[in-house]
C-alpha cells in the first residue's frame, strides 16, 4: 500500500480549506484567527480537482500562505513536517497526493464560514454582511467591464468607491479593535488592493495622492 513520503509537496501547493469539523481548531486557538485567510465568493481559486483557476460560488477560509505564495505557514522547511500536526484540519488528515479521491469529495461540503466563526459577536457578522454587499466581486467584474466597453461614464467613480470602503472599514476595525487588527484577512477576505490584480489591474492608496487604478496589461493611468 503507497504511503505519504512526508515530502511536503502537498503543503507547498496550499494549505488547507478549512470545513465545519475543523471550527474547534479556531474556537480553542489551536489555528489562531491570524492564521486564516477569507476567500470571498467571486474570487479565483485554485480547483484541486483540474488545478485551473475557478471563481468561487462560496466563500472559503483557509491557512494562509507565506511570503506571498499559497505555501501553507505551518510547514516547516527544514524538516518538511507539519508544525501543527496533531491539530491538522480534516483536509490534511484525508490528502493523499497519490489519489485526490477523498479531498475532492469533501470539496464545497461543510464549509466553515466567517458567520460560523463570529456567530457569538453580531456587531461583527453584520460589518461582514455589510462589507460583501458593497463589496461584491460580481459588482466590481460588472463596473469593470463598463469601464473597458466605455458603456457607462460613471463606473470607474463607484469602482474607486467600493475600494475605498474596502481601505476605510479595514483601517477603522484596527483602529477600534486592536485584537481585530491581525485578523483582516479573515474578517474581510484578502483587500482589494490584493485581488484587483486577479481581475487584471493594478491598484495603489496613500493618503496624500488618493487612488490610482490601472489596467495591468496596458498600464495606462484611470483617472
Ligand atoms: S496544516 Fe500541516 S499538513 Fe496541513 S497543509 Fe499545513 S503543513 Fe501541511
Redesign the pocket.
Known sequence: MQECKKC?K??EK???TLHIEDKYLVVQGKIPPSDLVTLRKGEKALDPKTGEKIILENEIIK?KGKNKTWS????DEDSKL????DS??V??RL?KCWDIKSIVSLMNKNLLTRELVFQKIPALSDLIKEHDQKCSYKEIRDLLNEIENQTNNKALEKLKEIILFDINIREIVSEKQKAASFMLDLIFGRSLITTMEQLRYKVKYSREEGLVISPYIIDNILS
Open positions: 511536503g502537498c503543503c496550499s494549505g488547507p491557512i501553507c505557514i505551518y510547514l507539519c508544525s501543527i500536526y491538522r484540519p483536509e490534511c490528502l
